[in-house]
T-cell receptor
Framework: DAGVTQSPTHLIKTRGQQVTLRCSPK?????VSWYQQALGQGPQFIFQ???????QRGNFPDRFSGHQFPNYSSELNVNALLLGDSALYLC????????????FGDGTRLSIL | ELKVEQNPLFLSMQEGKNYTIYCNYS?????LYWYRQDPGKSLESLFV?????AVKQEGRLMASLDTKARLSTLHITAAVHDLSATYFC??????????FGTGTSLTVIP
């Protein structure tokens, strides 16, 4: 049973570019959440997708957007990249309403030059 | 805005010793989670605490939750080197939206 998978593993971009990160949830899960983890910090909630809609959003600008597909997989898009967007981006999946913990992927390490 | 604070931020302890990590949060919640993160790795779920007074134990780790005090603790008993990692608590107040603490970096010294 595959867990949460994310791609790519690493990515290097320059300021002003756009990036798309991908996530496949754990089998049986229908909800995907995205987090940004800067070096030495705890993960910060970006947004959550359920039933192909953004359900909740953290304190992130509109440059951060996402999508969820009918198969529950998800994408995170970031436009007009800034140096401060350099971080580990984590995807977590869960079953909506289930109090069991979210399952996290290994993340995408994004570096902005 | 919900704040989740952990202390200490850094903890260096000798093998065999006991210690407690504290997690304080600023709003009502009865769902608290503990995760472990090894360097360069993702987060691994350790404990789920879903009610006031909940206590969970796994090996040398024991977690508890006091919702009235808005406090959770992670107690380490007779530490071993394999426990070296960063530990995060996370509070869920809306359902599946986790607010993470600052993390506690634990180093166990032989």
């Amino acid at each position: 049973d595959a867990g949460v998978t994310q791609s790519p593993t690493h990515l290097i971009k320059t300021r002003g570019q756009q990036v798309t990160l991908r996530c496949s949830p754990k089998s049986g899960h229908d909800t995907v959440s995205w987090y940004q983890q800067a070096l030495g910090q705890g993960p910060q909630f970006i947004f959550q997708y359920y039933e192909e809609e953004e359900r909740q959003r953290g304190n992130f600008p509109d440059r951060f957007s996402g999508h969820q597909f009918p198969n529950y997989s998800s994408e995170l898009n970031v436009n007009a990249l800034l140096l401060g967007d350099s971080a580990l981006y984590l995807c977590a999946s869960s079953f909506q309403g289930d109090p069991e913990p979210q399952h996290f992927g290994d993340g995408t390490r994004l570096s902005i030059l | 805005e919900l704040k989740v604070e952990q202390n200490p931020l850094f903890l260096s302890m000798q093998e065999g010793k006991n210690y407690t990590i504290y997690c304080n949060y600023s709003t009502t919640s009865d769902r608290l989670y503990w995760y472990r993160q090894d360097p360069g790795k993702s987060l691994e779920s350790l404990f789920v605490l879903l009610s006031n007074g909940a206590v969970k134990q796994e090996g040398r780790l024991m977690a508890s939750l006091d919702t009235k005090a808005r406090l959770s603790t992670l107690h380490i008993t007779a530490a071993v080197h394999d426990l070296s990692a960063t530990y995060f608590c996370a509070v869920d107040i809306t359902g599946n939206q986790f607010y993470f603490g600052t993390g506690t970096s634990l180093t166990v010294i032989p």
